[in-house]
């Protein structure tokens, strides 16, 4: 069965990194996008961007440009999203989440656990 | 791009029907169809119900439809049951490779 396993809670000061690792199984990893979507508390949904991990190839939604990167390790069949310069409105649920095989589109059908990061000094 | 918008909150009797609406601009709902529907629970993962403006993955039940018609794409819930309570999210493809979810809808079944 298809599954995304996140890495575990985040503590960060204000302006240092945080990266969270999601590792899929039950499915071709390169065969599909991953999505990383953050829930701030009592917050809506923010979609953050998306990495194709056949080529490694990545979009960033303009909020987030410049601060995030995502990554992915094929060996492992694992995507990472790192994100620099934390502040307190960073503080959310950072979740991973499986795209369409063949494009973009939002289409989530898979969605990891999801990962805590709290912003505190 | 701005969040799409969609109502704070509504609610219905147990077997009744509701729809959510979610409307955006030109730049997103009215030009592709790729509006897709989440479900999310208190304290657990989205869930998908509707990809492509109207297509229902396997296992979502045929109670819940969608539809669009120009900027505004719509989630109808027949037939409502206790555990259809939760907070519903619309996302659409917004171009340049970019996707923009709605503000949210918190579903209430009184």
């Known amino acids: 069965q298809v599954q995304l396993l996140q890495s575990g809670a985040e503590v960060r000061e204000p302006g240092a990194s945080v990266k969270v690792s999601c590792k899929a199984s039950?499915?071709?990893?390169?065969?599909?996008?991953i999505h990383w979507v953050r829930q701030a508390p009592g917050q809506g949904l923010q979609w953050m961007g998306w990495m194709n991990p056949n080529s490694g190839g990545t979009n960033y939604a303009e909020n987030f440009q410049g601060r995030v990167t995502m990554t992915r390790d094929t060996s492992f069949s694992t995507a990472y999203m790192a994100l620099t310069s934390l502040e307190f409105d960073d503080a959310a649920v950072y979740y991973c989440?499986?795209?369409?095989?063949?494009?973009?589109?939002?289409?989530?059908?898979?969605w990891g656990q999801g990962t805590l990061v709290t912003v505190s000094s | 791009q701005s969040a799409l918008t969609q109502p704070r909150s509504v609610s219905g009797s147990p077997g009744h029907s509701v729809t959510i609406s979610c409307t955006g601009t030109?730049?997103?709902?009215?030009?592709?169809?790729?509006v897709s529907w989440y479900q999310q629970h208190p304290g657990k993962a989205p869930k998908l119900i509707i990809y492509d403006v109207l297509k229902r993955p396997s296992g979502v039940p045929d109670r819940f439809s969608g539809s669009k018609s120009g900027n505004t794409a719509s989630l109808t819930i027949s037939g409502l049951q206790a555990e259809d309570e939760a907070d519903y999210y619309c996302?659409?493809?917004?171009?340049?490779?970019?996707?923009?979810f709605g503000g949210g809808t918190k579903l209430t079944v009184v």
């Open positions: 989440a499986r795209g369409d095989s063949s494009n973009w589109t939002p289409k989530f059908d898979y």
């Open positions: 996302c659409s493809y917004a171009g340049t490779y970019n996707s923009v």
């Open positions: 039950g499915y071709t990893f390169t065969g599909y996008y």
């Open positions: 030109s730049s997103d709902v009215g030009t592709y169809n790729f």
